[in-house]
């Protein structure tokens, strides 16, 4: 199962997110939210999860765009992130389905 900080190093490596605020923006939360839960130990609800997952779906297709009009150099670089964000993304679900059971 995922936790917020795999998920928050794996976006800032894909230049995704900037800062936890942002994250905490992708999950459906207030800027600050992510901060506090940490501070007292606590993960996202599932509904989080799952808002996290199509928000993360909303970016693959910006991305899959992006890959259509990219200069030949780039694209390599952008069907990579893709790769890896889809694979975050299946991540996620199976998170969504242990928080689900």
Known sequence: MLNTREVYFVLKNLETVQNLDELSEFYGYGRSTLRAQKAKG????????????????????????????????????????????????????????????
Do not use: S
Request: hydrophobic share 40%; charged share 25%.
């Open 42 to 101: 606590q993960q996202p609800d599932l509904a989080a999860w799952v808002r996290l997952w199509f928000t993360l779906n909303e970016v693959a297709r910006d991305t899959n765009e992006v890959i259509k009009t990219a200069h030949i150099d780039e694209k390599h670089e952008y069907q990579n992130g893709l790769k890896d964000l889809r694979n975050l993304q299946n991540q996620i679900w199976q998170t969504i389905e242990i928080l689900a059971l």
